[in-house]
């Protein structure tokens, strides 16, 4: 082959190199390839315009719309009539002055995001307004070309009084349903019409609604925000629908939202707020009719400006405060007939939920209390559930897994027994849960629960390693900072942490006190979560070999 190379290389030096022909115009002295214009009998006619006859007859465009011959009608098909007609139109086109709404100014639609250089445009912030009534509105730039428009507000489950069991679930099922602008179909024709979609999520203390859609289209998409928040009409035929999903939801319901539910009421009570379940039991089902929903709505929403936070991700702060003021600026605050907030008090207890399973697994959670949402030690207990970590025996591997975490090395891969472990917690306003749940065969719920206990126990008494400590703070980071990427979860972010704490704290602050957290912040949020007694849930068909609460009160006293 390389023999062949050279003599091909050889033979190719020795040619004469190529010429095309040409053909010389009788008008110009230039010369052309017949391979730039094969086509071509004789050569192209070359016209040249000099710059001295441009600036003789610099308009002479305008006036060949005035020459008594038509140059275009070439087939003389065109009467004086006609002619002179377009001539008209021709005139009074170049003589038309653009009316200003077309003109080009510094001033840049709020639908168009700056068009600058990366390296010119501001560090998006955080900005919050709060209008006349009370209503807080929250934005931050993307310079993207789709946006996130929503509400979020205080209206959770907790707030359910009796009679309303499951109605925030229900809501979430009605949300952007018929209002009195627009059918249900209708709403949801517009928002594929602007390139959107919208998200809804409920919990036990707020609720969360939003649209994300192309930047164009913001304007119309707070518009039916304000439909479907305001103007919402729930129809009963709306309502027994979403009570029929919600029936098929609670027959086939996943058991770790059974295990979840189990876990509030074991550590709470289900005579308190915090222990009443969110998800809608079958049962309560026929309790809830149209008007209980309007009603709740009525007096926990509409009534309460003051609860409710307007936020928006890639959108101008300026534009937002305005739309909202103009939207919603007209809500007043009316705190008679409305529920509020009572205080939940920590218990401890246990909660077994009987419940076949298609792997016909047990879900056990061993929990203890924690600080709520305004803890001192929020950040510690987050570090804390990080370096736990945990997952499923079975995972694909790769950077971010936790496969470095301690359930994994200690628990997951000790035992053959364990199908899953992880750490969870469920914050509030008042107080929250940190602990452990997993699944495992029937036959191996007692040694889950002791090994869960022995985990839990070794961090009050023991400091974890350097190693650990580090590699859970980096973690922390890097899920925090990768989560906010997104334009949802940015927006999210910025509702709830206006509407918990009034103001949204900066990522740099945040990281700061994740890596100022140490292994004795550690030692001390899991020996304080241990002075109290244990929360403890199960669910699966056969919790025979689940240990009793006592029994795991006696292993951890």
Not at 438 to 464: D, I, K, Y
Not at 506 to 512: E, G, H, L, R, Y
């Amino acid at each position: 082959m390389a023999s062949y190379s050279l003599v091909a290389f050889r033979n190719l030096a020795r040619r004469r190199p190529f010429v095309a022909p040409v053909l010389r115009s009788k008008r110009c002295t230039s010369s052309y390839s017949v391979y730039e214009y094969p086509l071509a009998k004789e050569p192209p006619e070359i016209t040249r315009t000099k710059a001295k006859e441009v600036e003789k007859n610099p308009r002479s465009w305008q006036r060949s719309a005035r020459l008594s011959e038509d140059r275009f009608d070439d087939a003389q098909a065109l009467t004086p009539q006609q002619i002179e007609q377009i001539r008209s139109e021709q005139r009074k086109t170049l003589n038309t002055k653009l009316s200003s709404a077309y003109a080009i100014t510094n001033e840049v639609p709020a639908s168009i995001p700056p068009n600058f250089p990366a390296d010119q445009l501001e560090v998006p912030e955080t900005l919050v307004t709060t209008l006349d009534n009370g209503i807080r509105v929250v934005s931050q730039e993307t310079y993207g070309q789709v946006s996130t428009i929503g509400a979020v507000c205080e209206v959770g489950s907790r707030l359910e009084r009796a009679g309303e069991t499951g109605v925030t679930n229900l809501l979430e099922v009605l949300a952007f349903g018929a209002t009195k602008k627009y059918m249900g179909p209708q709403v949801n024709t517009l928002l594929q019409d602007w390139g959107g979609q919208r998200f809804v999520s409920t919990g036990r203390e707020q609720s969360l609604h939003c649209i994300d859609l192309l930047r164009p289209n913001i304007e119309n998409a707070l518009d039916l925000l304000r439909e479907v928040l305001l103007e919402a009409k729930f129809l009963p035929e709306e309502v027994e629908d979403a009570k029929m999903a919600l029936g098929f939801q609670a027959m086939d319901m996943m058991p770790e939202l059974l295990l979840g539910e189990a876990l509030q009421e074991a550590a709470y009570g289900a005579n308190q707020q915090l222990g009443q379940p969110h998800f809608c039991p079958a049962e309560a089902l026929a309790e809830l009719s149209a008007d209980t929903v309007h009603g709740y709505w009525q007096r926990q929403f509409v009534q309460n400006p003051k609860g409710l936070v307007i936020g928006g991700a890639g959108v101008r702060h300026d534009f937002l405060v305005k739309k909202a003021d103009e939207l919603f600026g007209h809500l007043k605050q009316k705190d008679e007939g409305r529920s509020i907030v009572k205080p939940s008090q920590y218990q401890g207890g246990e909660k077994r939920v009987e419940s076949p399973t298609v792997d016909g697994l047990v879900r056990i959670g061993v929990g203890f209390e924690v600080g709520g949402w305004h803890s001192d030690a929020l950040v510690a207990t987050c570090v804390l559930q990080t370096l736990l970590g945990g997952g499923s025996s079975f995972s694909a591997g790769g950077p971010g897994k936790g496969m470095y975490s301690r359930l994994y090395r200690r628990v997951l891969n000790q035992f053959g027994w364990a199908e899953s472990a992880e750490a969870y917690t469920a914050f509030h306003s008042e107080s929250g849960i940190w602990g452990i749940s997993g699944s495992t065969m029937p036959e191996n719920a007692r040694n889950m629960v002791q090994v869960f206990t022995h985990h839990l126990a070794q961090l009050a008494v023991n400091h974890v390693s350097d190693e650990e400590l580090d590699r859970a703070r980096n973690m922390l980071k890097c899920n925090v900072l990768t989560q906010l990427e997104s334009r949802l979860v940015l927006f999210e972010d910025m509702g709830r942490q206006v509407l918990t704490y009034g103001q949204r704290e900066n990522m740099n602050v945040t990281c700061k006190k994740i890596d100022a957290v140490t292994k004795e912040d550690l030692r001390q949020v899991a020996s304080k979560a241990l002075e109290k007694p244990p929360c403890l849930a199960s669910v699966g068909s056969d919790l025979s070999h689940v240990p009793r609460h006592d029994e795991l009160v006696a292993w951890l006293g």
